[in-house]
């Protein structure tokens, strides 16, 4: 069974910190995304990893796909506190012949002012 | 507007009766989810589907059903609700599956069974 694992469960920090969150499996992922869900809304995508040991960037948040492509991190750079919310890591199932995402547990963080 | 809509966004129920949850899509996308939001487990798969009138089981489809007969509309019926069903559902679209794709989700549904 795939499963992946996201660390910490919880991150409450003050505006301007910088923080890391990891998302890992034993398992390898041809590909891993990573979403934000704001209460009471469904997760948005934020970015898709392919390619071991890659790295995006999007404004103040760095992604990296480990080299064997079995974990993740998020860096978030001088948090604000829009980026208060769940972070949601996920990846394609193997287990079917279809689209399918498996989903970690999620990171929730709150950026207090 | 919205590419995807769920309704109703709340519901409570009574146990035992039958619940039918909608999603409605306008980008003509081919494929189709639901998922259930519970803490400590994250988002977990229920139904899917990949075409109109083709659904298959995710993991956790007991006491749930699924019906998709246009492209733009999937509901999920509980058929007699339970308490153990009180959750947030989700409904997300996906294209067909390529390196970058991602799935878009609807707002949610927050479904009590009391």
């Known amino acids: 069974t795939q499963l992946l694992e996201q660390s910490p469960q919880f991150l409450s920090i003050q505006e301007g910190e910088n923080l890391t969150v990891y998302c890992n499996s034993s398992s390898v992922f041809s590909s891993l995304q990573w979403y934000r869900q704001e209460p009471g809304e469904g997760p948005v995508l934020l970015v898709t990893v392919v390619t071991g040991g890659e790295v995006k960037k999007l404004k103040r948040l760095t992604f990296q796909f480990g080299d064997a492509r079995k974990d993740s991190s998020l860096h978030i750079t001088a948090a604000q506190p829009g980026d208060t919310g769940l972070y949601l890591c996920a990846g394609p199932s193997r287990s079917y012949n279809t689209d399918k995402l498996i989903f970690g547990t999620g990171t929730r963080l709150q950026v207090f002012p | 507007d919205a590419g995807i809509t769920q309704s109703p966004r709340h519901k409570v129920t009574e146990t035992g009766t039958p619940v039918t949850l909608r999603c409605h899509q306008t980008e003509n996308h081919r494929y189709m989810y639901w998922y259930r939001q519970d803490p400590g487990h994250g988002l977990r798969l229920i139904h899917y589907?990949?075409?109109?009138?083709d659904t298959d089981k995710g993991e956790v489809s007991d006491g749930y059903s699924v019906s998709r007969s246009k492209t733009e509309d999937f509901l999920l019926t509980l058929e007699s609700a339970t308490s153990s069903q009180t959750s947030v559902y989700f409904c997300a679209i996906s294209e067909s599956w390529g390196r970058g794709g991602g799935y878009t989700f609807g707002s949610g549904t927050r479904l009590t069974v009391v």
């Open positions: 589907s990949y075409g109109v009138k």
